[in-house]
């Protein structure tokens, strides 16, 4: 069963930078749809961003739109979300989920069948 793992949150200043890796177990993430979330508690989950199974093609929340890029390397199995000019309302736990079988990506979490435990990114002012 393909297991999904989150690193490189933590916390950083407004205007900083971090970049999250996605990485699998028990699979490869090669043939998925991979897609970044993040969710505040008490509020919905948000679709940041998603890559299609090739790299090819990407789609992005308006919310971060210029400022995070998500990207994969198929031969390394990892997907990566940069995020640049980050902002206290980027505070949240941030999630990767795979759509295996899929080329094109949806934001939407429904498409999604495997998920990571999650990372907590934290920006203070």
């Known amino acids: 069963q393909l297991q999904l793992v989150e690193s490189g949150g933590g916390l950083v200043q407004s205007g900083g930078s971090l970049r999250l890796s996605c990485t699998a177990s028990g699979g490869t993430l090669a043939g998925s749809a991979i897609g970044w979330f993040r969710q505040v508690p008490g509020k919905a989950r948000e679709g940041v961003a998603c890559i299609s199974s090739s790299g090819y093609s990407s789609d992005y929340a308006n919310s971060v739109k210029g400022r995070f890029t998500i990207s994969r390397d198929n031969a390394l199995n990892i997907v990566y979300l940069q995020m640049n000019n980050l902002s206290p309302l980027d505070t949240a736990v941030y999630s990767c989920?795979?759509?295996?079988?899929?080329?094109?990506?949806?934001?939407?979490?429904?498409?999604?069948?495997?998920w990571g435990q999650g990372t907590q990114v934290t920006v203070s002012s």
């Open positions: 989920a795979a759509d295996p079988g899929t080329h094109r990506c949806f934001r939407g979490e429904y498409e999604y069948d495997y």
